[in-house]
């Protein structure tokens, strides 16, 4: 049956939702909720919650508050700037304060991947340019698509491994290794 919404095709983006402040669990909950209802998004695949340090601009900080991730992957027919900026609402609709950059936060939403799309423009950089470097990112992806590829990085599982073996070679040299 033709899909009674013409237009754009449906397209996969993949962003990554945090939160280290109030009620962590709650807020990524009702973030995805309004991501479901957005108009245009066919349908959402959340991974499971996961548990992290706080990663500021010199490193993890474990006596910050831990944030709760996941990561939910969106079949949608909005065009990336219009889905980005649904997002930022979205923050902005949870109490979303924007003054200190890697501050805590009562709720973060990254666009990570929007299909192959490749974008240097700074209002919306893509694929979101340190995802390949974060385990709080990679990890959930995975549960949600174990056959993930991160455009421009290769297969989400290779840059995994290869960053658990980085974190396991510097524990090993008495060097902390980077949590996310």
């Known amino acids: 049956m033709p899909d009674p919404r013409p237009g754009r095709e449906p397209v996969d983006a993949v962003v990554a939702l945090g939160a280290n402040l109030g009620d962590r669990a709650g807020t990524i909950e009702a973030a995805a909720d309004a991501i ?3 108009p245009l998004v066919d349908g959402v695949r959340m991974s499971r919650p996961v548990e992290t340090v706080a990663l500021r601009l010199d490193g993890p900080d474990p ?3 831990g ?3 996941a990561v939910a992957i969106v079949t949608t027919r909005l065009a990336p700037q219009v889905l980005l900026g649904m997002l930022h609402a979205i923050e902005d609709e949870n109490g979303r304060v ?3 950059r890697w501050g805590d936060r009562t709720l973060d939403l990254d666009l990570v991947a929007y299909g192959d ?3 240097d423009d700074a209002r919306m950089l893509l694929p979101h340019p340190r995802a390949h470097e974060r385990l709080f990112v990679l990890e959930p992806w995975l549960d949600v698509d ?3 590829v991160l455009p421009g990085h290769g297969r989400v599982a290779a840059l995994v491994d290869a960053l658990r073996r980085d974190a396991g070679s510097n524990a090993a040299d008495g060097t902390p290794g980077a949590s996310g």
């Open 117 to 119: 799309v490749r974008s």
């Open 98 to 100: 924007r003054a200190e």
């Open 146 to 148: 174990p056959e993930a």
């Open 36 to 38: 479901r209802r957005l």
């Open 67 to 69: 944030y709760v991730n």
């Open 63 to 65: 006596d910050a508050p």
